[in-house]
T-cell receptor
């Protein structure tokens, strides 16, 4: 069964803090892992993509995947008030295109100035 | 920067009526998707579309739903007889299967159409 669990929050941290966002999943067929950012009443915006296990860094963002634990994380360094949004994890079994993404419910992040 | 555009941004319809939600995917993309997000719930996959046919659909995508690419630019979602529980944000997305990251791993989403069934 495709299922992705994500703490909905809200998660409130002071500006400049390191933020850790996480998802767990149950389907071992997932190979592609993504993080999307969604502002209120807007469409999801792709932030990070990772294939299989490992780390990936892009500026202030680091994505980690641990397939053995079925656990993925997104770290945000030097958090800014503009980072306040809902962060969605998403995953799929193939990168070929036909397989739809399975999303977590999203974590509402608030960065306090 | 190319983007996925959706119209209308908000649609109000009476229960039992048919609605058509419209999307213009990014021009060189070949995979198209519809997702929905009920208020406070997860974004849920409805259907993927490639080469003028449905590639995959979820359990949500039953006989009341249909998709069409009527011309070279538009991609539509039709809901034949709307129910109250169809009220949600509907997102269109598109991707390029030839991209280095692969197809749906780099799906770009539109801003959504908020459908309200009354």
């Amino acid at each position: 069964q495709k299922e992705v669990e994500q703490d909905p929050g809200p998660l409130s941290v002071p500006e400049g803090a390191i933020v850790s966002l996480n998802c767990t999943y149950s389907n071992s067929a997932f190979q592609y892992f993504m993080w999307y950012r969604q502002y209120s009443r807007k469409g999801p915006e792709l932030l990070m993509y990772t294939y299989s296990s490992g780390n990936k860094e892009d500026g202030r963002f680091t994505a980690q995947v641990d397939k053995s634990s079925k656990y993925i994380s997104l770290f945000i360094r030097d958090s800014q008030p503009s980072d306040s949004a809902t962060y969605l994890c998403a995953m799929s079994g193939s990168g070929g295109g036909a397989d739809g993404l399975t999303f977590g419910k999203g974590t509402h992040l608030i960065i306090q100035p | 920067e190319p983007e996925v555009t959706q119209t209308p941004s908000h649609q109000v319809t009476q229960m039992g009526q048919e609605v058509i939600l419209r999307c213009v995917p990014i021009s060189n993309h070949l995979y198209f998707y519809w997702y929905r997000q009920i208020l406070g719930q997860k974004v849920e996959f409805l259907v993927s579309f490639y080469n003028n046919e449905i590639s995959e659909k979820s359990e949500i995508f039953d006989d009341q739903f249909s998709v069409e690419r009527p011309d070279g630019s538009n991609f539509t979602l039709k809901i034949r007889s709307t129910k109250l529980e169809d009220s949600a944000m509907y997102f269109c997305a598109s991707s390029d299967p030839g991209s280095p990251r692969g197809g749906d791993t780099e799906a770009f989403f539109g801003q959504g159409t908020r459908l309200t069934v009354v």
